[in-house]
């Protein structure tokens, strides 16, 4: 295989930030992959699993040795791009500012700035990408003359098991029997040992999934909370990979408000998104305007009797729920990574030979 390119990625996942940085990089890595290119992330030291995931693409994987998001991760980073003779960076963090971006360009590199909430004074970067349906160019007045705009739910970076998959048209059951729970890689605040509280007026025949990500670090408070609703049929499942398969199987869903909607609203599953970081409130209003998933607000504001009439209305509601399912599937096709890969190697100086692998 010739490659067509070289794509650097810099994202860092663990058990406070979660794993969504990391896993929208992997879907457009996925995606790069496919178009016979290659593909290099650079992470600080993170979990076993994330790691064994990108290599398994066949994506290497590089540990930093710098500080996260300082002077010398910047100088780290363009000296990998160097020698991986990268014709992109990727950049997906909070922390990733105007001053490392500049670092990466004054070097000669091309940067793609993943961005959620418009958070930054200045973007020093070719290219601004926020995939969240509010996003909008009034959000960036301060960018480079030259730097594109990738804005909007048209370029939802689903990984390849959701852009590959058919699209699953939803046969909308009377009453919603299966409640799939699913709160992120990490779910810092143990935000599923509430939703499991508000679950427990349930009838006996409802059918509950708890999906646990692989940096959660709270199973035994989640088992515990599931003994005390007094739940019979609770399936608990740690480190999913076949999460089509899951949406698939699900009537209803109860998540975070992260990159997560973006993929069950592709497989048309109705929600009720919660908040756990404040890049997620904006989200979670937009879909409920946009009538694809109900509001639980803030998880350290979540109440329980609230959330039980969201959820108990939902399973009894048919009608919310196909219109939910159908509003989802319209504003979210899958196909989002390829649209960001061809802008990206539009932007690009193709390399034609192999570059040298990465050290």
């Known amino acids: 295989m ?9 994202a860092d996942a663990d058990e406070h930030i979660g794993s969504g940085h990391v896993m929208r990089c992997f879907a457009l890595a996925q995606a790069a992959i496919d178009a016979g290119m290659r593909a290099t992330l650079l992470t600080a030291p993170t979990s076993p699993h994330l790691a064994e995931r ?6 290497a994987v590089v540990s930093l040795t710098a500080t996260p998001a300082g002077a010398g991760d910047a100088i780290e980073t363009a000296a990998l791009a160097h020698r991986c ?10 922390a990733f500012n105007a001053v490392y971006q500049r670092t990466l360009r004054s070097a000669g590199h091309p940067v793609m700035y993943v961005d959620d909430h418009a958070h930054l004074s200045h973007y020093a970067v070719d290219v601004l990408f926020n995939q969240n349906v509010y996003a909008n160019p009034a959000m960036y007045p301060e960018l480079e003359p030259d730097a594109e705009l990738l804005l909007g739910s048209a370029y939802c970076l689903l990984r390849r098991d959701f852009r590959k998959c058919d699209r699953l048209q939803r046969t909308i059951p009377d009453i919603a029997r299966h409640v799939l729970v699913t709160m992120g890689g990490a779910d810092p605040h143990n935000t599923t040992s509430t939703v499991i509280d508000a679950l427990s007026a349930l009838d006996a025949e409802s059918r509950i999934r708890v999906l646990l990500g692989g940096s959660n670090r709270y199973g035994n408070d989640v088992e515990c909370a599931i003994d005390r609703a007094g739940l019979k049929s609770v399936e608990v499942l740690r480190d999913v990979r076949d999460m089509p398969a899951q949406m698939a199987w699900a009537d209803l869903a109860i998540t975070s408000a992260s990159s997560t909607c973006w993929e069950l609203a592709c497989m048309g599953v109705p929600m009720v998104a919660v908040t756990l970081a404040e890049n997620q ?6 879909l409920e305007q946009r009538g694809i998933a109900l509001n639980a607000g803030w998880h350290d504001r979540l109440d329980t009797d609230r959330l039980r009439s969201q959820v108990g209305g939902l399973v009894n509601d048919a009608a919310t729920r196909s219109r939910m399912s159908s509003s989802g599937q319209g504003l979210v096709d899958g196909k989002g990574a390829e649209r960001v890969l061809k802008a990206l190697q539009s932007r690009m100086n193709l390399q034609r030979r192999s570059p040298s692998p990465c050290a």
Not at 54 to 59: L, P, R, S, W
Not at 281 to 286: K, N, Q, T, Y
């Open 281 to 286: 409130e904006p989200i979670a209003e937009a």
């Open 85 to 94: 003779e990268a014709g992109m960076i990727v950049l997906d963090g909070y």
């Open 54 to 59: 990108f290599q398994a693409e066949g994506v």
């Open 2 to 10: 010739s490659a067509q390119g070289h794509i650097l990625f810099r």
